[in-house]
């Protein structure tokens, strides 16, 4: 759902390697009725876009990096292959890559955005090992080259994102041994640690 309460379908596209979405005005009705796709830019989008308090809306997509790919889904022939930043500044209308974020190991990437209090973005990047994550503070534009975030992780999707209250949600794998141990913690303090686990 975004701010104008209109419910958002997305999807990736092969082989063109794009997220393209369709948006229903009116998602209460019992026959809901969807408006034509469109693409959103180019790479896999795995999770929810956030809004910023500039109120742009900033999608995270990802170009894999090579030899990372499900089945037999041909790979991107793109050659930046980051994991990207789109914005959109009029609701959906239009959207423009804003810039892209790199790490070590980037296993499918599942990207998640989130806007700290100073301003600044993170973006957290699944991998081979722990969460890595990279920072921005020019609005999406430039990014710090991703590192280990100190979030343990078995290399498998994870949620981060702001509640109302102000706190930060991370639901992650917690003393686990593979992808056991699902857990929801709080930070107090902008994600320098997360509590609640036990």
């Not at 809306?57 to 894999?64: D, G, I, N």
């Amino acid at each position: 759902m975004d701010p104008l309460g209109r419910l958002w379908l997305f999807w990736a596209c092969q082989p063109d390697f794009v997220t393209k979405a369709a948006i229903c005005e009116n998602p209460d009705e019992d026959e809901l009725i969807w408006g034509g796709e469109f693409t959103v830019g180019e790479g896999v989008m795995l999770n929810k876009p956030i809004v910023a308090r500039d109120g742009r809306w900033l999608f995270p997509l990802s170009v894999w990096r090579r030899g990372v790919r499900i089945g037999n889904i041909p790979e991107s022939e793109a050659e930046d292959r980051r994991a990207f930043v789109y914005e959109t500044r009029d609701m959906g209308r239009h959207f423009r890559k804003t810039g892209g974020a790199e790490c070590d190991n980037r296993l499918f990437d599942e990207l998640m955005l989130v806007e700290k209090a100073d301003g600044t973005l993170d973006m957290y990047f699944r991998t081979k090992g722990n969460l890595a994550v990279s920072h921005s503070s020019d609005g999406g534009v430039t990014w710090s080259y991703g590192k280990d975030s100190g979030i343990r992780s078995p290399g498998s999707r994870f949620f981060i994102g702001r509640l109302s209250s102000g706190r930060l949600l991370l639901v992650n794998h917690h003393d686990f041994c593979g992808r056991n141990h699902l857990k929801a913690m709080l930070s107090e303090d902008e994600g320098r640690s997360f509590r609640g686990a036990s």
